[in-house]
C-alpha cells in the first residue's frame, strides 16, 4: 500500500488551476528578453539592488535588442503602498507600453501587477479591487513579465498582490486570476545577490507557502505535488543558499522550490500563517518571510487538530516532525522563535497588547483565513498571536 491522500472535500465542483503559460529557468535565462516581440515595455522595480548589480541595465539592453523601447518606473518601497501603485499606472498611462517587466523582490513584482490594472483601468480606485475577484480583465493593453530576485514570494506565478493601505495599517491581498504573469523568468544569478538574512527569510517564505498549500481546504491532487515537492527542496537547498550564496545548484534549487511552492499556494490558497503575517506585518512592519517563519511552527501546531494533511506530508518526506524540522532551520539561520525576542523592528509589548484585539479581528477576516483548516475564530486568532509573540505552547 502506498501513502493514502487524505479526504477532505468541500470540493464537489468544477475547479481550476492556472499558472504562467511560460516558465523560463535556468543560468543566464534572462536573456529570454531578447527575444520579446513587442514596442514599449515599463520596467518595474523596487530600491536599487537591480541597478546596483547591473540587472537593470542588462534587462534594458536585452529588451533594446529585441527593438522594445523601455523606461523604468523605479523606487517601490518593501510593502508597496496603495500611493505608489496608483503613480505608477499613471506613468504607465503615459508611455503606453505593450509589455510590463517586473523585476526584483516580491515587492516590485506585486506593486507592478497592480499598476498594470491601473494603467489598463484607469477609472478604478483602491477601494474597487480589494474583494477577490472583482478586479476587470487585463491584458488589454500590455501583458505581463515577472523576473524575481528573491526566492520567497513567488508573485512571478500566482494571482495575487500584497499592498499596504499604509494610513490604516492594513496588508491587502489582491486576488484576481488575471494577475498570473504571462511569463516568468527563474535566472538564479539574480538571487545571488541576496545578504543572508534576507535569502533566510525570503526562503522561509516560501516554507510557508509551502506547507499552508498542502494543508489548504482547497488543496488538491493538482497542488499537493507542487507543495511537497517545494518542502523537500527548501529543507534540501536552504541551508546551502543561506551558507554559501553564490552556490548555483542551491539558489536555482531555491529559485524552483519558490515557483512550485506558487503553483501550488495560487491554486489552493493558504492559511493563518499568511492571514496574521499580513497583519503582523501592517502593524509592525516586520519583513513578511521572518513573520511566517516565527509564525509557522504556532499554527501548525494549532492546525494538527484539524488536519492530517501534515501527517501525509511527513510521510511523503520521510520526516518525523515537520514543526521541529522548520524550528531548526530557523535557528540555524538566526530567526527567533517568538516575535517578543525579534528586534528586527521595535515589538515592544505595550504596543503589541494595544494592537492585539484589532490585528486579530483583521487576521481572522483576511481572505487567506478561509480556507485554513477547522474553523478558526477571531478569538482563536488571539491565542495565536499570543503564543507566537510570547513563545508559549498552542493549547
Ligand atoms: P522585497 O521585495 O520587499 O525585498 C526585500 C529587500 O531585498 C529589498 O530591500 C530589496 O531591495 C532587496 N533585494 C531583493 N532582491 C535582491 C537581490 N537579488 N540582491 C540584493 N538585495 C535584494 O522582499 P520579498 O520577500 O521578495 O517580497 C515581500 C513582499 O511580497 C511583501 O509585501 C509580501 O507581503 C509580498 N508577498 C506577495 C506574495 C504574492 O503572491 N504576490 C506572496 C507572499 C508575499
Known amino acids: 500500500m502506498g501513502i493514502q491522500i487524505p479526504v477532505r472535500r468541500e470540493q464537489m465542483s468544477t475547479m481550476s488551476f492556472s499558472i504562467p503559460r511560460t516558465i523560463f529557468y535556468g543560468e543566464g535565462s534572462l536573456g529570454k528578453l531578447a527575444g520579446l516581440k513587442g514596442k514599449r515595455a515599463a520596467i518595474v522595480t523596487g530600491g536599487s ?23 523604468i518606473i523605479d523606487g517601490v518601497e518593501p510593502n508597496p503602498s496603495v500611493e505608489t501603485v496608483k503613480k505608477g499606472g499613471e506613468t504607465m498611462l503615459a508611455f503606453a507600453p ?15 501587477k497592480v499598476m498594470w490594472c491601473f494603467y489598463e483601468h484607469p477609472q478604478l480606485s483602491f477601494e474597487d479591487i480589494i474583494t477577490p475577484g472583482s478586479m476587470p480583465s487585463l491584458r488589454n493593453k500590455a ?21 499596504t493601505d499604509t494610513q490604516k495599517h492594513i496588508k491587502y491581498p489582491i486576488v484576481a486570476a488575471d494577475m498570473v504573469p504571462d511569463i516568468a523568468i527563474l535566472d538564479p544569478v539574480l538571487p545571488m545577490t541576496m545578504p543572508k538574512h534576507i535569502t533566510a527569510n525570503t526562503g522561509m517564505d516560501v516554507m510557508a507557502h509551502a506547507v ?19 518542502i523537500k527542496m527548501v529543507l534540501d537547498s536552504l541551508p546551502t543558499a543561506y551558507a554559501e550564496p553564490k552556490n548555483m545548484e ?9 515557483a512550485l511552492a506558487g503553483m501550488a499556494f495560487t491554486n489552493a490558497s ?29 499554527v501548525i501546531a494549532y492546525n494538527r487538530k484539524f488536519s492530517d494533511k501534515y ?34 523592528v521595535d515589538f515592544n509589548e505595550a504596543k503589541f497588547k494595544e494592537v492585539l484585539a484589532r490585528m486579530s479581528q483583521h487576521a481572522f ?26 513563545g508559549k505552547a498552542v493549547n
Open 212 to 230: 499552508e498549500a498542502v494543508a489548504s481546504n482547497a488543496a488538491t491532487a493538482f497542488t499537493d505535488p507542487y507543495a511537497v515537492q517545494a
Open 98 to 112: 505593450d509589455w510590463i517587466v517586473a523585476i526584483g523582490g516580491g515587492s516590485a513584482l506585486d506593486a507592478a
Open 49 to 71: 539592488s537591480m541597478k546596483k548589480f547591473g540587472f537593470l541595465d542588462q534587462a534594458q539592453a536585452l529588451l533594446a535588442k529585441a527593438g522594445i523601447e523601455s523606461i
Open 143 to 163: 501583458k505581463f513579465i515577472a523576473i524575481p530576485s528573491t526566492s520567497g514570494t513567488a508573485s512571478e506565478i500566482t494571482a495575487f498582490s500584497v499592498i
Open 311 to 344: 501527517t501525509y506530508a511527513e510521510k511523503l518526506l520521510g520526516l518525523q516532525d515537520l514543526s521541529k524540522a522548520i524550528q531548526e532551520m530557523n535557528k540555524k539561520m538566526d530567526i527567533p522563535s517568538c516575535f517578543k525576542d525579534c528586534t528586527e
Open 250 to 258: 542551491a539558489r536555482l534549487a531555491m529559485h524552483e522550490a519558490s
Open 270 to 298: 493558504l492559511g493563518l500563517v499568511h492571514s496574521m503575517a499580513h497583519k503582523i506585518g501592517g502593524e509592525f512592519g516586520v519583513t513578511h518571510g521572518l513573520a511566517n517563519a516565527i509564525l509557522l511552527p504556532y
Open 365 to 390: 477576516e483576511d481572505p487567506c483565513t478561509l480556507t485554513n483548516p477547522g474553523k478558526p475564530t477571531a478569538a482563536d486568532v488571539q491565542m495565536l498571536f499570543e503564543a507566537a509573540y510570547y
